[in-house]
């Protein structure tokens, strides 16, 4: 019998290991896998509040984070094609300019 | 079975309309005719050959707008030693006519035509290949049929058939 | 006690394949590590009876949007991450502040733990259920996110492809 | 399985009867489906070469029956390459998640009714999920990731082409070989295999059985096996491997047991979709059933046998019949046909459902 | 300059990628190899890179007599060995002004037109495989295996039967042989149908094939295609009609030419060139003339057996032409015959002597291969192996 804590614990392991790949990796598209995994994080404790206090509510938000992890995805992807064919480098660093 | 001899006779040939159409346009450049096995040969100046062949190409009468063949013969040791023969093709009259130009030994090269028809592109290619023969304003002289490091051109006549000791 | 150990289980491979996700430098490894993370929060949702959000995080996190990603991944060709000195100031006070915080509300969470101990199965999140709530109670909601994703999909497609003008440059001729 | 309520002094028992007849279970579906995998391979060699002219295999055993076992002893004896500039973890793990993959979708497949076997009773599928639809359709999305990775590793451009292709093609057809599942879900109430297979029983006027293929959902099951057709990565929608353009696609760096991996995920996916249309369009083992009691008892399989064995033989007939598609016309087809007439059955499943409840 | 194929760029230029197809591919036909530049599956350049089967065929001749050079002409064009011999025994015989029996004229038209059925079911066998339709290939072959027993029957040789010779034909067609060719042909039809069941009605193919990889007549004749590639485009000219040889002059046939210019149409061509074929060859089997196979040229053409055992003479030229040849009148000739890829050309020069001084084969495949960049341009890949199919190229005839 695990504890709701536990499961919270692990969500917010999760999102701290997003935020810290986002703020230490240099490769746009793992900084956005970064964020894929907050996302997960918080995906985690809604479900497990969901179990705790017996509201499916919680599972249906799921559903509205993964449609918009869809969503970011698909733009998110797009746009980092696009600013690869310009400045042809995933490196965040080098991409810090307006213009090329 | 008996062969007829050949004609070599600008006069006799004019009915021909490349023949025709050569002299018209300018008769200095044609060196010689021969018609011979119903095959009329015609030749160039090799300073002039693509004008000549423009103007062939552009014969409103009977436009020898394809290119069947390119080709070249080695004529060692004799001099002019090369000749590089083009077997023209009229589609819609469906009239053949070969032309050629004499070409030194020393370091052979004529104007490329392939500006005149593209498909003389891979001929030429094989014809520098294979005989050593420049084709100025060819827009990718290189080698086609040997590797690119081969030594040697291996259709003349000259070529040591069991290759370099 | 067969929670705990799948929950442990679980949670550990979670947690590793989070971790293995930072210290990989090659994005391919990071986005299977990542795979990794979401299939083990599925085997959770199901721990959590939450069985059809697990098969949907299976469906659409772990087969489209992570298949998004490593299509990308090789369609650029990307190599591995090259070590640039980024925002120092991230770097130094940020992620020390994100550890600690991540240790409060950590610590914060275990030190009086709610016990309501729930076993394998005890909520039903059936298809039938979710549904009720999602056409019904969520209708305006799950309406706006079609009209988010769909605009999504318009947007991604005008981003990603390429003007044919840059497609058939000019170049040099001859052969 | 029926309900059970667990109690603290039986449970270890309970427990151990569990694993024993789901380990038996498991065992004997693999057993299975991994012969079913050889003999379709045996199968595809026989029928395309009574299609072209050919005899197939002759020379191994009767008309070439242990092909498949020679095939295997080859495979694990030939020399297992691995080029130098191979990408080593993936390239290895890739044929593996392609295999895995591929086999463990068999899981939620019934393949029968309850049985009595002496005091013990189960059901013939391993294990029975009220999901079992969508599990289905997760571990067959992963798939994609073994064909990809293998691309992608290889640092082979023809692999990547293929790879990418074959990402690209799988994941846009999931799209509406989901949908075109829905108008059953919609019918049957329930993502239970068991159950959808339950609501086909029965026939109309005495003779149409009650399957979803004659019971509105004709449309579905074309879509259902066009886009199954693409997701197995068969002809005419072989992209990925189409041999004469990207030499062997994916795996053309593999070589061996690996090798054999991907053809072994190749026809274990094809027998799941053969599977899954059995049970979603043709009612499953529902069938006429007479003889005496023991044929009585296995009927039900030999029907869902034979049910799959007609897929797998049409898989082959397709496959030596149809040229292939380009890559473009297949993405158009994808999303420009299938995928609206796809929705469009959903909806008007719905509305008949609606207006008839 | 417009017509060039355009320049290749420097690997990775404009986010390109070079794609090596061949020389080992399953779809290029032999040994051709074609560097594509790809960017994404659309191919912006096509440089085909020739040469790894050139055997220096052309200067092999050189050191031959003439009638030793007759089982080198096989070897080029491995696929249509009777239009190689043909066009190199025609042009011999021009060059003797040697005038061969009716019997051997026709025998030659018989062959030829059996070539072409040959040549055009490799064809379309490896066209619709390359297409993914590997049943079609099969069939294919099945109606071919029919036509190599024929080629064996007249020759001791399925492929290469160097069974023209100059002067005539080397052997009496076997007995029985006609019967065989005429249930073939009278077959052969309902076959074609049958193919064309498969691949012309089929809508997959048909979206494989038209409007893909065109090329307009201008173009054609400017890349200087031949054969089915040109008709294709809609450029009417066959020579067998147009300029007869080995008295096509006698045979009614069409040829067909489509107007599109895409694989499709070349497609349809060969197809109905395949009708065309085999209805030659019944006008051929029922006009055959009766009359020697050989023509009466004792200084060329090698004796009977039976004679050379009983008559001195014959004995006598025998020894002469197989030591030291036939001499050739000096001159030259360019005899092109219409092959089944397109214009077979030789040309050959004499200088009097038992060898020929310059032989020079134009092949049709390697006209046909310019036009091959052409047409891919703009494509996708899979069209790319769709294109080549349709122009039928036979590497043997490219590199020599």
Not at chain 4, 186 to 201: E, K, N, P, T, Y
Not at chain 5, 101 to 116: D, G, I, Y
Request: some cysteine; proline content about 5%; overall charge neutral.
């Amino acid at each position: 019998m695990v504890p709701l804590s536990c499961y919270l614990v692990l969500s917010g392991i999760l999102f701290v290991c997003g935020v810290l790949g986002f703020l230490i990796k240099r490769n746009i598209i793992t900084i956005f896998m970064s964020i894929e995994l907050m996302l997960n994080g918080v995906n985690l404790s809604f479900v497990a509040f969901a179990a705790q206090w017996h509201a499916l509510s919680g599972q249906v938000f799921v559903f509205f984070v993964m449609v918009v992890a869809a969503a970011e995805a698909a733009v998110g992807l797009a746009i980092i094609i696009a600013v690869y064919r310009t400045r042809e480098t995933l490196n965040v660093d080098r991409v810090n300019l307006l213009k090329l | 079975m008996a062969l007829a001899p050949p004609i070599t006779d600008i006069e006799q040939l004019k009915s021909h309309p490349a023949l025709g159409r050569l002299l018209a346009w300018n008769a200095s450049a044609v060196e010689a005719v021969k018609f011979d096995r119903d095959e009329l040969t015609i030749w160039i100046a090799q300073e002039s050959i693509r004008e000549a062949a423009t103007a062939l190409r552009d014969f409103a009468d009977c436009p020898f707008n394809y290119l069947a063949d390119l080709t070249a013969v080695d004529w060692y040791p004799s001099e002019p030693r090369f000749e590089v023969v083009y077997h023209l093709l009229s589609i819609s009259r469906k009239e053949r006519v070969r032309l050629k130009a004499r070409l030194d030994g020393s370091s052979p090269a004529i104007e490329s035509v392939t500006s005149i028809w593209p498909s003389a592109n891979h001929y030429e290619r094989e014809v520098f290949d294979l005989f050593g023969i420049r084709f100025t304003g060819h827009p990718n002289l290189s080698r086609i049929m040997m590797p690119d490091n081969w030594e040697g051109h291996p259709l003349r006549k000259d070529y040591p058939v069991e290759g370099y000791r | 006690m067969l929670h705990l150990i799948l929950f442990l289980f679980f949670g550990l491979i979670c947690v590793a394949g989070a971790i293995n996700l930072l210290a990989q430098s090659h994005p391919i490894n990071s986005a299977l590590s990542l795979i990794v993370v979401m299939a083990s929060l599925a085997a959770l949702y199901l721990l959590l009876g939450a069985e059809f959000v697990a098969a949907v995080q299976v469906i659409v996190y772990a087969g489209a949007i992570m298949v998004l990603f490593v299509i990308t991944i090789m369609l650029l060709n990307a190599g591995a991450e090259e070590r640039t000195r980024g925002s120092r100031i991230a770097t130094l006070i940020g992620v020390p502040g994100v550890v600690a915080g991540g240790t409060l509300v950590a610590w914060t969470l275990l030190r009086r733990p709610d016990r309501p101990a729930f076993a394998i199965g005890a909520l039903k999140g059936g298809p039938s259920d979710i549904a009720r709530l999602l056409f019904h109670d969520y209708l305006l909601p799950f309406e706006v996110t079609s009209v988010l994703i769909l605009i999504a999909i318009m947007g991604a497609v005008v981003l990603a492809s390429r003007p044919e003008a840059v497609a058939r440059g000019p170049r040099k001729d001859g052969e | 399985m029926p309900k059970r309520h667990w109690k603290t002094k039986d449970i270890l028992l309970s427990i151990t009867a569990f694993l024993i007849i789901s380990i038996v279970k498991s065992a004997a579906v693999i057993g299975v489906l991994l012969t079913a995998v050889a003999y379709s391979v045996w199968l595809e060699r026989k029928v395309s070469a009574h299609i072209q002219n050919r005899w197939g295999p002759t020379r191994v055993g009767p008309f070439g029956l242990l092909q498949p076992l020679a095939d295997g002893v080859k495979f694990i004896f030939k020399e297992d390459l691995t080029q130098p500039h191979v990408y080593k973890p993936l390239y290895i793990a890739a044929p593996i998640i392609a295999v895995v993959f591929a086999i463990s979708s068999i899981a939620v497949i019934p393949f029968g009714n309850w049985v009595n076997i002496g005091p013990w009773g189960t059901y013939l599928q391993i294990t029975d999920l009220n999901i079992g639809l969508l599990v289905v359709l997760g571990i067959t999305s992963m798939g994609v990731y073994g064909v990809a990775l293998a691309g992608w590793s290889s640092n082979n451009k023809y692999a990547l082409l293929g790879g990418l292709r074959a990402s690209a093609q799988m994941v846009s057809y999931e799209v509406s070989l989901g949908l075109s599942l829905v108008g059953v879900v919609i019918m049957a109430g329930s993502l239970s295999l068991r159950d959808i297979v339950d609501a086909q029983g029965g026939v109309f006027w005495g003779f149409i059985p009650r399957w979803n293929i004659f019971h509105g959902q004709t449309l579905a099951f074309f879509i259902y096996m066009i886009s199954a057709y693409a997701e197995t990565n068969r002809t005419p929608f072989d992209l990925p491997e189409a041999e004469s353009e990207l030499v062997a696609g994916y795996h053309t760096e593999y070589s061996a047991m690996k090798f054999a991996m991907f053809f072994m995920a190749e026809y274990a996916n094809m027998v799941t979709v053969a599977c899954i249309a059995t049970l979603l369009f043709l009612g499953g083992w529902h069938g006429p059933i007479f003889g005496p009691p023991l044929l009585q008892a296995i009927m039900p399989v030999i029907w869902f046998c034979l049910k799959v064995f007609f897929f797998m033989f049409l898989y082959v007939w397709v496959r030596w019949t149809l040229p292939r598609f380009r890559y473009d016309q297949l993405m158009a087809f994808g999303w420009k046909v299938l995928l609206p007439l796809a929705v469009a059955n959903v909806v008007y499943t719905a509305l008949v459902v609606a207006w008839r409840a | 300059m417009t017509n060039l194929p355009a320049t290749f760029a420097e690997p990775g230029q404009d986010g390109t990628l070079i794609l090596n197809m061949g020389p080992q591919h399953p779809s290029t036909h032999g040994v051709l190899r074609l560097v594509l530049e790809i960017d994404g599956e659309t191919i912006v350049r096509v440089k085909p890179e020739i040469g790894y089967l050139h055997t220096g065929i052309e200067k092999t001749c050189e050191a031959k007599f003439y009638q030793q050079v007759v089982p080198l002409t096989d070897r080029i064009d491995y696929l249509c060995p009777m239009t190689n011999n043909l066009a190199y025994c025609l042009a011999v015989e021009k060059l003797l002004g040697l005038e061969i029996p009716p019997k051997a004229q026709w025998m030659r038209v018989l062959m030829n037109e059996l070539t072409r059925i040959n040549s055009h079911l490799v064809w379309l066998g490896t066209h619709a495989m390359d297409l993914g339709a590997m049943t079609v290939f099969l069939y294919c072959f099945r109606e071919r295996e029919d036509v190599l027993r024929f080629f064996e029957m007249v020759s001791g040789q399925r492929m290469m039967t160097s069974y023209f010779r100059i002067g005539g034909l080397a052997l009496e067609p076997p007995l029985g042989f006609f019967e065989k060719v005429k249930k073939f042909a009278d077959r052969f039809p309902g076959n074609v149908d049958e193919y064309e069941g498969l691949l012309t009605g089929n809508p997959i193919f048909v979206m494989r094939t038209k409007g893909v990889a065109h090329l307009s007549a201008d173009d054609a004749i400017a890349m200087g295609a031949c054969g089915p590639t040109l008709r294709g485009s809609g450029v009417d000219i066959d020579l067998r009609r147009d300029a007869p040889y080995t008295g096509y002059e006698n045979f009614k046939f069409n040829v067909p030419v489509r107007t599109e210019g895409d694989v499709f149409a070349r497609y349809l061509c060969r197809v109905a060139e395949l009708r065309e074929s085999i209805g030659i060859v019944q006008q051929a089997l029922a006009g055959m003339p009766e009359g020697p196979v050989k023509a009466d040229a004792p200084k060329v053409v090698l004796p009977d057996r039976e004679k050379m055992k009983t008559q001195m003479e014959a004995l006598i030229y025998h020894f002469k032409i197989i030591t030291e040849g036939f001499t050739v009148p000096a001159g030259e000739v360019y005899q092109a015959i219409e092959s089944p890829r397109g214009e077979m050309g030789y040309y050959i020069v004499s200088d009097g002597t038992a060898k020929p001084y310059r032989v020079h084969m134009r092949g049709p495949s390697y006209a046909n291969l310019q036009a091959l960049a052409k047409m891919c341009e703009g494509q996708l890949i899979a069209d790319v192996v769709a294109a080549i199919g349709s122009i039928d190229v036979v590497l043997g005839d490219i590199d020599r």
